[in-house]
T-cell receptor, first 111, second 113 residues
Framework: QKEVEQDPGPLSVPEGAIVSLNCTYS??????FMWYRQYSRKGPELLMY????GNKEDGRFTAQVDKSSKYISLFIRDSQPSDSATYLC???????????FGPGTRLSVLP | EAGVTQFPSHSVIEKGQTVTLRCDPISGHDNLYWYRRVMGKEIKFLLH????????ESGMPNNRFLAERTGGTYSTLKVQPAELEDSGVYFCASSQIMGDEQYFGPGTRLTVT
């Protein structure tokens, strides 16, 4: 079993839809959770960084962490074609060290 | 402010050859990380420098990989000799303080034939 599981997609949604992206993990020691966005031929770009369980909101993006279920989510409201990218979850047990990435979900937002 | 840069953007070498990848972090960032993504797999951590010192090299796959950061500025990652399974995209990231956001470079795509 992989440490971090993520549906690779592709996921296609119409413009304006609410997008839900998810990761599950097996290591209960993970405490720091991140979501990255990666455009083609570019490096990952950090979107959200949360610690332990709970919700965090930033503009159209909301990150949720449920440590009891070992499940994290990223919601994108009012999705735009410019949101089309691969979304990667990453997590670590130690602050700022040795992130473990999911394989990424490819999202297409259709105009 | 310039972002993290990596050179070359793409390298094609034959099995058994040597390749050196370079990463220039954002100026002033003491923390420098190397990651790689091999075909169809997730991004995996390789190692972490704090200035010129290796903080964590637990992700280095074997002794064919050598990373250096002399002077605590740019870093190089040498693969010698390269094997077919080394093909993938090698990312470098940097952060000012450990735990801060890591800024990723565009990656070097390595193809070993």
């Amino acid at each position: 079993q992989k440490e971090v599981e993520q549906d690779p997609g592709p996921l296609s949604v119409p413009e304006g839809a609410i997008v839900s992206l998810n990761c599950t993990y097996s290591n209960s020691a993970f405490q720091y959770f991140m979501w990255y966005r990666q455009y083609s031929r570019k490096g990952p770009e950090l979107l959200m960084y949360t610690y332990s369980s709970g919700n965090k909101e930033d503009g159209r993006f909301t990150a949720q962490v449920d440590k009891s279920s070992k499940y994290i989510s990223l919601f994108i409201r009012d999705s735009q074609p410019s949101d089309s990218a691969t979304y990667l979850c990453a997590m670590s047990s130690n602050y700022g060290q040795n992130f473990v990435f999911g394989p990424g979900t490819r999202l297409s937002v259709l105009p | 402010e310039a972002g993290v840069t990596q050179f070359p953007s793409h390298s094609v070498i034959e099995k058994g050859q040597t390749v050196t990848l370079r990463c220039d972090p954002i100026s002033g960032h003491d923390n420098l990380y190397w990651y790689r993504r091999v075909m169809g797999k997730e991004i995996k951590f390789l190692l972490h420098f704090v200035k010129e010192s290796k903080q964590d090299e637990s992700g280095m796959p074997n002794n064919r990989f050598l990373a250096e950061r002399t002077g605590g500025t740019y870093s190089t990652l040498k693969v010698q000799p390269a094997e077919l399974e080394d093909s993938g995209v090698y990312f470098c990231a940097s952060s000012q303080i450990m735990g801060d956001e890591q800024y990723f470079g565009p990656g070097t795509r390595l193809t070993v034939t």
